[in-house]
């Protein structure tokens, strides 16, 4: 069996809490990694907080990581596991969390060593590392589980916190 690598487009918005208020008081970068390696980026237009980045390739079962770069008071980070070849939309990061989300659903469980694909380990700016099968997130960030996603951290699952301060979700 072989997966087709396609080009399409992946968006999202900006916010500066847990998706009620846009961001929109500074351009901002926002990048995204592919499978650990391939990264592409873009930025937000000054008074918008939403972002598109067109020409991502990728094919079902890859793993995206979309964070914000170069803002040290602004850390948002998303990963997620596609589950089809067509244009994502709602890929959205809230300031100071992680989020974890499956493009296709439930069928598509995230894991520890999944956001382990791309972390802070590879871009400082990401603000959680996953080794080993163990999460450990940023001081004052915490973890969001999108509706239709299943997380199965790994390991001894102490995750159920939701907030991470500076605690192992392992």
């Keep these: 069996m072989f997966s087709v690598v396609v080009s399409l487009m992946l968006s999202g918005t900006l916010y500066s809490d847990e998706g009620i208020t846009e961001y ?5 970068t926002i990048k995204v990694s592919v499978n650990s390696s391939t990264t592409y980026a873009t930025t937000t237009v000054s008074g918008s907080a939403d972002w ?5 390739d990728f094919s079902t079962s890859s793993v ?14 998303l990963v997620t596991k596609v589950a089809s070849t067509t244009d994502i939309s709602g890929l959205d990061l809230y300031k100071d969390y992680l989020i974890v989300q499956s493009e296709g659903g439930t069928g598509l469980p995230i ?6 694909n791309y972390d802070s380990d590879d871009d400082s700016n990401i603000q959680f590392t ?6 450990v997130q940023s001081v004052g960030q ?19 916190f939701f907030n991470c301060y500076q605690y ?3």
Excluded at 24 to 28: E, I
Excluded at 130 to 135: D, H, Q, R, T
């Design 52 to 56: 598109v980045i067109d020409g991502v």
């Design 24 to 28: 929109t008081s500074a351009t901002s």
């Design 64 to 77: 995206l990581t979309v964070w914000v770069d170069g803002e040290p008071t602004f850390r948002a980070s």
């Design 111 to 116: 894991t520890n060593s999944i956001l382990g």
């Design 142 to 160: 915490s973890l969001f589980i999108a509706d239709d996603t299943t997380y199965s951290p790994e390991g001894n699952d102490s995750w159920w």
């Design 130 to 135: 996953a080794n080993n099968g163990v999460l």
């Design 168 to 170: 192992s979700c392992d």
